[in-house]
């Protein structure tokens, strides 16, 4: 079952303009992860965001959590042609065998 | 620091075949995870290793699927017989260990069943 749901599911941007994605979950979780997919790169993990924190930057990336609504998101600052690709939330529910459950995606397309 | 190797990259078989795929994870990563990922789709855990024990595989059909870790290093994942709806990637991807860490995935495998 796929506990994180990913919105907006397509977002369309100009070079240099902000994309905000955002994530809800159900239950209560460790942490909070975010990957990036393309069919150049494969799978890559982005940023990590425990439980009791809520926010963290990584150079272009920031990413907030807030617990209270189930809730993060994750905002590219100055957008570039090679952050399109598809992205995931994935969390660690608490209480579980510490497993990543993943979203169904958003497709961000950053046009030249 | 070499990534995750899995081989073969792709694969075409006919539904009722079978089929074995292969992950190397990164060198002293203690957990292995498969995962399954549909077209359009997030990736599904199928089975989690700790080193050579299973620690979760809740998610895997155990009619038709099967994998091991032999010497808690290599991993295969065998699909036998093969269904139309197991077309799909299926991913391998490693960590230090379980819980609170970034997982780095290898390349895919892309199997398609006719």
């Known amino acids: 079952s796929q506990q994180g749901e990913e919105d907006p599911q397509a977002l369309s941007i100009q070079e240099g303009e902000n994309a905000t994605m955002n994530c809800s979950y159900k239950t209560s979780i460790n942490n909070l992860q975010w990957y990036r997919q393309n069919s150049g790169r494969g799978l890559v993990h982005l940023i990590l965001i425990r439980s009791n924190e809520r926010e963290k930057h990584s150079g272009r990336l920031r990413v907030t959590l807030d617990t209270s609504k189930k809730s993060s998101s994750l905002l590219i600052t100055a957008s570039r042609a090679a952050d399109t690709a598809s992205y995931f939330c994935?969390?660690?529910?608490?209480?579980?065998?510490?497993?990543?459950?993943f979203g169904k995606g958003m497709k961000l397309t950053v046009n030249p | 620091e070499a990534g995750v190797a899995q081989s073969p990259r792709y694969k075409i078989i006919e539904k009722r075949q079978s089929v074995a795929f292969w992950c190397n994870p990164i060198s002293g990563h203690a957990t292995l995870y498969w995962y399954q990922q549909i077209l359009g789709q997030g990736p599904k855990l199928l089975i989690q290793f700790q080193n050579n024990g299973v620690v979760d595989d809740s998610q895997l059909p155990k009619d038709r699927f099967s994998a091991e870790r032999l010497k808690g290093v290599d991993s295969t994942l065998k699909i036998q017989p093969a269904k139309l709806e197991d077309s799909a990637v299926y991913l391998c991807a490693s960590s230090w260990t379980s819980g609170s860490f970034e997982q780095f995935f290898g390349p895919g495998t892309r199997l398609t069943v006719l």
């Open positions: 994935a969390t660690d529910a608490q209480g579980g065998s510490e497993k990543l459950v």
